[in-house]
């Protein structure tokens, strides 16, 4: 059974820096791209990066892009999302997610979900 388990939230006033990080286990790491989201207090789930399984090729939702990049390692079964710029409207709870289907993760309909990580930006 396949397990994600995100670290690295935490508080940052605004314009400071975060580094997510997710640990999977249970799956064949390097078969699935993989995805960060967050969700607000009230808000859907939303996408916010995503990798491919080999990692030759990145997505950003447009709130994002520029601010943030995700990565991976395969070899330490890990994707991370560093964030740069960080804005109180970044404030949410952040999730990785695995799935075999790129266009599916873009979608937010993951195979697997992580439990989530606080990120609180203060102004």
């Known amino acids: 059974q396949g397990q994600l388990v995100e670290s690295g939230g935490g508080l940052v006033q605004a314009g400071g820096s975060l580094r997510l990080s997710c640990v999977a286990s249970?799956?064949?790491?390097?078969?699935?791209?993989m995805g960060w989201f967050r969700q607000a207090p009230g808000k859907e789930r939303e996408f916010l990066a995503g990798v491919t399984w080999r990692g030759i090729s990145t997505y950003y939702a447009d709130s994002v892009k520029g601010r943030f990049t995700i990565s991976r390692d395969n070899a330490k079964t890990t994707v991370y999302l560093q964030m740069n710029g960080l804005k109180p409207e970044d404030t949410a709870v952040y999730y990785c997610?695995?799935?075999?289907?790129?266009?599916?993760?873009?979608?937010?309909?993951?195979?697997?979900w992580g439990q989530g990580t606080q990120v609180t930006v203060s102004s």
């Open positions: 249970g799956v064949t790491f390097s078969s699935y791209a």
């Open positions: 997610a695995a799935d075999l289907n790129i266009d599916r993760l873009r979608s937010v309909r993951c195979d697997y």
